[in-house]
């Protein structure tokens, strides 16, 4: 009786390990598998651990390892709450990208991380890449993140990560720009080729940070020219001249032409209080287009003042600027020109004028060019609207193989895109700065997509919401399949020794 006792208390304690150990081994196996594949439940409102389905795609195909290296040790993250989300977001990185992109955390005061390149060293990586210094006057600081390919390396900078909003209803509330940085980064350290663009210097140019970050986030690297010195490389696909205030030498008009001629890509962007620059004037006039001394204004499409102008995307040459995809763009810009066609219609021998932005037929213009002007307001005597405040000219010639070459002249008001203006437009989500990322998409030589467009997540206060289908699917976990199984198992034991 104690043998066959002994022998039932024995089976028992083994069934009671074994089912111990399975419940340890599928803990371990579902822990590796979450690693893996991200096998976790998003109830977040904002689905902030959902990736953007163009982004997924995109991480999904990427066929060679990327380092993703933060520098920050992950207990510190895990410490606090907003940096505790960002450890799941990256996580589900390396899961869309079966294990391509590699993630570790990395204190940047012990100036070492994992992997043969650069002798383990932050401090030589960041010598090698001097991109990663980059926007500047920042340098390369703790919680920043770096994307490193085996071409070359990319930096987020911990404040691009968490940006200010403002909701439907006017409230300011922080967002999450993780996925889009990490888009622009990967892109940017994969890509086989990367564009230039040169900004023009030494006619007083304003300050072009925000625009050159737009270049730089767009896959391209950025470089300050002063064609009274220098020629324009080759390689360039851009050459920007934001606002100059003293006029081109005929030299750098010739330079600039001969660089256009073949097959080179050249924005303008004119001062609103810089009236008269006449070589500029004469070039642009020869290409087919002038900037009045007009003020755009439109106090029924203004955002809190009359100065500020109402403006809507036009058919042009561009497939993601379109009107179907894009009907409104409200301009920020008190300093908005009219641009005029010096030829009518809309081509001329080998230029063709597309006009790009374009206010609303209730804007109104007012003569600066004789004086100041007192008021804003509508007055008897305005130009009534609409008028374009954007052209693209597209110039066709031919190489020396007699392929067809095609330039881009476009001009526009800095009204548009200057840095204050930018930066606002990202809090408002006005979509100003698309307009230069459409045109970089669409102008990039290499043939290859530059920039995805991945919208940012509001970290709003509400209380999580479960929808319907994620609280079935808890409920059937719960209440079904745990309590079937526990109970088979059970079932399982009990006739095992009823039989013995």
């Known amino acids: 009786m104690n043998r066959k006792k002994l022998k039932y208390g024995g089976f028992s304690l ?17 822990g590796m598998l979450t690693e893996r594949y991200f096998l976790k439940f998003d109830l977040t409102e904002q689905g902030l651990y959902t990736l953007d389905r163009d982004a997924a795609q995109f991480m999904g195909n990427i066929d060679e390892t990327v380092d993703v290296i933060v520098l920050s040790e992950e207990s510190v993250w895990l410490s606090h709450p907003e940096s505790a989300r960002l450890i799941d977001i990256l996580q589900n990185y390396a899961a869309v990208s079966n294990g391509r992109i590699r993630v570790q955390y990395v204190n940047p005061d012990l100036n070492s991380f994992s992997g043969s390149k650069y002798d383990n060293s932050l401090s030589k990586l960041k010598e090698a890449h001097i991109e990663l210094s980059r926007p500047e006057p920042e340098n390369l600081s703790r919680n920043d993140i770096i994307v490193l390919s085996s071409r070359r390396a990319a930096r987020i900078p911990a404040s691009n990560i968490y940006v200010p909003l403002y909701d439907a209803e006017g409230r300011q509330v922080p967002s999450i720009n993780l996925d889009q940085e990490m888009v622009t980064a990967m892109l940017y350290v ?10 023009l210097e030494g006619h007083g140019e304003d300050s072009a940070q925000n625009l050159q970050y737009i270049f730089d986030r767009s896959g391209y690297s950025y470089m300050s020219l002063n064609l009274a010195l220098e020629d324009i490389s080759k390689d360039t696909v851009f050459v920007v001249s934001t606002a100059p205030k003293t006029d081109f030498l005929p030299a750098e008009i010739i330079k600039l032409e001969n660089y256009l001629s073949t097959g ?3 924005v303008i962007l004119y001062d609103f209080n810089t009236l008269s620059l006449p070589n500029l004037d004469e070039f642009l006039r020869l290409w087919g287009v002038s900037v009045d001394s007009k003020l755009v204004c439109d106090a029924s499409q203004s955002y809190g003042h009359p100065a500020l102008v109402g ?18 763009i409200p301009v920020l810009s008190y300093y908005a020109r009219p641009i005029r066609p010096e030829w009518s219609g809309s081509t001329s ?14 804007s109104y213009a007012k003569d600066y ?9 509508k007055e008897d005597g305005d130009e009534t609207g609409p008028f374009t405040l954007a052209y693209d000219i597209r110039h066709l010639s031919y190489d020396a193989g007699s392929n067809q070459v095609h330039s881009h002249l476009i001009v526009s008001s800095i009204g548009l895109l200057n840095d204050e203006v930018l930066a606002l437009a990202s809090q ?28 940012r997540k509001l970290l709003s206060n509400e209380p999580m919401v479960v929808s319907a289908g994620q609280s079935r699917a808890v409920l059937f976990l719960m209440v079904i399949v745990l309590p079937l199984a526990i109970l088979a198992i059970g079932i399982f034991v009990w006739r095992k020794r009823r039989h013995q």
Do not use: H, W
């Open 14 to 30: 083994l069934y009671t390990a074994l089912f111990l150990t399975g419940i340890i081994l599928l803990n371990v196996f579902a």
């Open 190 to 199: 994969l890509n086989e080729n990367v564009p230039k663009v040169a900004f």
């Open 264 to 266: 080179g890509n050249a």
């Open 311 to 328: 403006a809507r995307v036009m058919e042009n040459p561009f497939p993601s600027l379109s009107a179907e995809d894009a009907i409104s």
């Open 349 to 362: 021998g080998r230029l063709t004028a597309f006009p790009l932005i374009q206010s609303y037929g209730t």
């Open 369 to 377: 060019g004789s004086g100041d002007i007192t008021t804003f307001e």
């Open 428 to 455: 408002y989500r006005f979509n100003n700065p698309f307009m230069i990322v459409d045109i970089a998409n669409d102008l990039n030589p290499f043939g290859q997509s530059v920039y995805i467009q991945v919208p």
